[in-house]
C-alpha cells in the first residue's frame, strides 16, 4: 500500500468518525424561556397601556396577562 493510498484512508476514516459522533450525539435542546426581566418590562408596559390595552393599566388584569411569562421564565438570565 502506498503512502498516498493510507493518507487517503486515514483521512476517509477521519471524516467518516466525526460525522459519525456527531450523527450519535444527544441531542441538547436549547433553552428557550425569556428572561424574567422581559416579564418585568411586559408587566410594567401593560401598566402603562403599551402591552395589553385592553387591561387599560388594571394591575390584576396585567397580572393574569403576564402570569404565564412569570411562571415560564428563565431566572438565570
Request: net charge negative; aromatic share 10%; glycine share 6%.
Amino acid at each position: 500500500m502506498s503512502r498516498q493510498t493510507r493518507v487517503r484512508l486515514c483521512l476517509a476514516m477521519f471524516i467518516l468518525t466525526v460525522t459519525m459522533g456527531l450523527a450519535f450525539l444527544p441531542n441538547h435542546d436549547a433553552e428557550a424561556a425569556p428572561c424574567c426581566t422581559w416579564c418585568d418590562a411586559t408587566y410594567e408596559g401593560c401598566l402603562a397601556g403599551t402591552y395589553y390595552p385592553v387591561c387599560g393599566g388594571n394591575e390584576a388584569c396585567c397580572a393574569q396577562k403576564t402570569a404565564s411569562c412569570y411562571s415560564n421564565c428563565n431566572n438565570a438570565c
